[in-house]
C-alpha cells in the first residue's frame, strides 16, 4: 500500500491538476468512481495507474472485477495518499492517471457524421464537460473544441463529462474556420446558437433541424462574435418564455442538440 502523501510518485500524480504536467506528460487526471468505470470499460488500454483506497473498493468492488478483467493494476493507497493526489477537496476513493486521446477533426468529418457539437472559445469547464455529456447522451457523433477553448483534459472538464469523454470523439485545437469549412465539404448544414438569432422553435416547425448539422456554441459571456457569425449558415436562439435575464450555455447547448437529434430521428 502507498502511504506517504509526499512521495515523488504522489507529487507526479498531483501535478496533473496543472496543464504545464499534463501537457509534459500526455496524460492526465482522473477522479471518483464512474470515471475509473468508465474508462475501465471503454478505454482499459489508456489507463497508466490506478488508485484507490481499500473502502473505496469495498464500496465499488465491480472497479476491482473490471481492472482485473482489463488486466489493470489497482494499487491501494491510505486516504491521505488519496487526498495528496485528487484535485478536488472531497475525493471519492479513486484516482486515476489515462494518457490523453484527442481524436483529429478530420477523422470525425471524414466518418459521414450528422450532429456535431464544435465549442468556440468556451472557457469554463463545467460548461465544457456538460456540453460533452449532453452531446454524448443526444447521440452526436463528435464534438470539437476549438484553440481558444478550455483544455478538455482540465480536471473540471474530466469530472463534468462523467465518463462521457470516453464514449464519443472529441477534437482540440483546431480554428473555427477549418472547422466549418469541414463541417460543410462532410454536408452538414452550420447553425449557431445566438441570442440574437431566430427562434429555434420556428426553425424546427420549418423543418430545418432535420438536415444534418455542425452545431457551434461560442463564449459564456460574449457568445459568438460578428466574424464567427458570418461563417454560419443560421444563427438560432432558445426563445425564454419566463423571467430569466439568459440561459446557461451548456443548457442551451443540451436543447439545441436534442431537438436536432429528435428532428434527425423523427
Same mark, same amino acid.
Given at each position: 500500500m502507498l502511504e506517504n502523501p509526499r512521495s515523488?510518485?504522489?507529487?507526479?500524480?498531483a501535478k496533473l491538476s496543472g496543464k504545464p504536467a499534463r501537457t509534459d506528460t500526455g496524460t492526465f487526471l482522473l477522479e471518483g468512481p464512474q470515471a475509473?468505470?468508465?474508462?475501465?470499460?471503454?478505454?482499459p488500454e489508456?489507463?497508466?495507474?490506478?488508485?484507490?483506497?481499500?473502502?473505496?473498493?469495498?464500496?465499488?468492488?465491480?472497479?476491482?472485477?473490471?481492472?482485473?478483467?482489463?488486466?489493470?493494476?489497482?494499487?491501494?493507497?491510505?486516504e491521505a495518499v488519496l487526498d495528496a493526489m485528487a484535485d478536488t477537496v472531497t475525493p471519492q476513493g479513486f484516482v486515476?492517471?489515462?494518457?490523453?486521446?484527442?481524436?483529429?477533426?478530420?477523422?470525425?468529418?471524414?466518418? /459521414?457524421?450528422?450532429?456535431?457539437?464544435?465549442?468556440?472559445?468556451?472557457?469554463?469547464p463545467g460548461n465544457a464537460g456538460t456540453i460533452i455529456r449532453a452531446a454524448d447522451?443526444?447521440?452526436?457523433?463528435?464534438?470539437?473544441l476549438t484553440g481558444r477553448s478550455v483544455d478538455l483534459y482540465n480536471p473540471k472538464v474530466v469530472r463534468a463529462t462523467t /465518463?462521457?469523454?470516453?464514449?464519443?470523439?472529441?477534437?482540440?485545437?483546431?480554428d473555427l474556420a477549418t472547422t466549418v469549412g469541414r463541417a460543410r465539404e462532410a454536408g452538414l448544414q452550420v447553425l449557431g446558437a445566438d441570442i440574437k438569432g431566430s427562434d429555434l422553435l420556428a426553425a424546427r416547425q420549418e423543418g430545418a433541424l432535420a438536415a444534418p448539422t455542425a452545431w457551434v456554441f461560442g463564449n459564456e459571456a460574449?457568445?459568438?462574435?460578428?466574424?464567427?457569425?458570418?461563417?454560419?449558415?443560421?444563427?438560432?436562439?432558445?426563445?425564454?418564455? /419566463?423571467s430569466a435575464e439568459s440561459?446557461?450555455?451548456?443548457?442551451?447547448?443540451?436543447?439545441?442538440?436534442?431537438?436536432?437529434?429528435?428532428?434527425?430521428? /423523427?
Amino acid at each position: 500500500m502507498l502511504e506517504n502523501p509526499r512521495s515523488p510518485r504522489v507529487r507526479a500524480v498531483a501535478k496533473l491538476s496543472g496543464k504545464p504536467a499534463r501537457t509534459d506528460t500526455g496524460t492526465f487526471l482522473l477522479e471518483g468512481p464512474q470515471a475509473v468505470r468508465e474508462a475501465l470499460t471503454w478505454r482499459p488500454e489508456l489507463l497508466v495507474e490506478v488508485f484507490a483506497t481499500p473502502t473505496a473498493v469495498e464500496r465499488h468492488p465491480e472497479i476491482a472485477d473490471l481492472a482485473s478483467a482489463a488486466d489493470v493494476e489497482l494499487e491501494f493507497v491510505a486516504e491521505a495518499v488519496l487526498d495528496a493526489m485528487a484535485d478536488t477537496v472531497t475525493p471519492q476513493g479513486f484516482v486515476a492517471v489515462c494518457e490523453q486521446f484527442p481524436t483529429s477533426a478530420r477523422a470525425i468529418f471524414a466518418d /459521414g457524421p450528422r450532429l456535431i457539437a464544435i465549442l468556440e472559445e468556451v472557457r469554463d469547464p463545467g460548461n465544457a464537460g456538460t456540453i460533452i455529456r449532453a452531446a454524448d447522451a443526444a447521440g452526436v457523433d463528435g464534438v470539437v473544441l476549438t484553440g481558444r477553448s478550455v483544455d478538455l483534459y482540465n480536471p473540471k472538464v474530466v469530472r463534468a463529462t462523467t /465518463g462521457s469523454l470516453f464514449h464519443l470523439p472529441v477534437a482540440i485545437g483546431v480554428d473555427l474556420a477549418t472547422t466549418v469549412g469541414r463541417a460543410r465539404e462532410a454536408g452538414l448544414q452550420v447553425l449557431g446558437a445566438d441570442i440574437k438569432g431566430s427562434d429555434l422553435l420556428a426553425a424546427r416547425q420549418e423543418g430545418a433541424l432535420a438536415a444534418p448539422t455542425a452545431w457551434v456554441f461560442g463564449n459564456e459571456a460574449r457568445g459568438l462574435d460578428d466574424a464567427d457569425l458570418a461563417l454560419l449558415d443560421r444563427s438560432l436562439a432558445v426563445p425564454i418564455y /419566463g423571467s430569466a435575464e439568459s440561459m446557461n450555455l451548456a443548457t442551451a447547448a443540451s436543447v439545441c442538440l436534442y431537438e436536432s437529434a429528435f428532428a434527425l430521428r /423523427g
